[in-house]
């Protein structure tokens, strides 16, 4: 370490005056050492070092205030945690209610929807049997009116065939020797000639008609003809309606097997 500078060092040490041996007095002097440098340096460490407590002190000030800060934030957020779980609760317990009211309204809603579709296919159903019957009764009903109206029709034919065929069915009966007869069945007629075999008068030739449908129809008969001949007779009896033709054909045809 210099030492420090004393005047009465100074005073002390400094050689007597004399003229003979005279110096610049500068060159006389002694040499002084005032400690600048050492002091520079001191003061420049004292300055580091009082920099870098400042630096601690706002250093640990800022922690202490983040830290404090991040306490009060933490608080506020463990407080808002709380609030959050409280109203994430109540939110959760109204979810859960909603859903489950949804629920059942879904559930009424589908038993709704199902008893409509049953309700419209019964309806559906309902529909389509009342057309059917009613397709059905306009079906019997136009039928019906068919009918009658070909029984108006056939009755007025009979009745006008009628006076028609009296007078000439009694003359057919005197003029072939015929007669007719109830054949025992409804709609059928028994017709009987004589006269038909020269060896025996009284012998009988007949032959049963069906009048059951438009189209006339020989059933039975003695004695027996060919099916051919019969089938013409028949068929041109169903042509020409002309009974009297018919019957003198079937005359015609049981002399000829009787000869």
């Known amino acids: 370490m210099a030492t420090m500078f004393e005047p009465s060092l100074s005073i002390t040490t400094r050689a007597p005056f004399s003229s003979a041996s ?27 070092r009082f920099d870098d407590f400042i630096a601690e002190g706002r250093k640990r000030v800022l922690e202490e205030r983040n830290q404090f800060r991040m306490n009060v934030a933490e608080l506020h957020g463990k407080q808002d945690q709380r609030m959050k779980r409280h109203s994430i609760e109540i939110l959760s317990h109204k979810s859960s209610a909603h859903a489950q009211n949804l629920a059942k309204e879904v559930a009424e809603t589908s038993e709704m929807h199902a008893a409509i579709a049953s309700i419209t296919s019964q309806r559906d159903a309902r529909c389509a049997q009342r057309d059917r019957l009613r397709s059905e009764i306009a079906s019997v009903h136009k039928t019906i009116s068919q009918r009658l109206e070909a029984q108006r029709q056939h009755a007025a034919y009979l009745d006008a065939q009628a006076r028609h065929n009296v007078p000439e069915l009694e003359f057919w009966q005197d003029y072939l020797c015929l007669r007719i007869e109830g054949a025992g069945m409804v709609d059928r007629l028994k017709f009987v000639f004589t006269h038909v075999d020269e060896r025996d008068w009284d012998r009988e030739a007949w032959f049963e008609l069906c009048t059951e449908s438009r189209d006339y129809e020989v059933m039975e008969m003695r004695p027996k003809v060919e099916k051919e001949k019969i089938g013409a007779c028949v068929e041109r009896l169903n042509e020409n309606r002309n009974l009297g033709i018919f019957l003198k054909g079937m005359r015609e045809l049981f002399v000829e097997v009787m000869i």
């Open 22 to 48: 005279a110096l610049p007095m500068a060159d006389s002097l002694p040499s002084i050492n005032f400690g600048f440098e050492e002091l520079r340096e001191r003061m420049a460490r004292f300055t580091h």
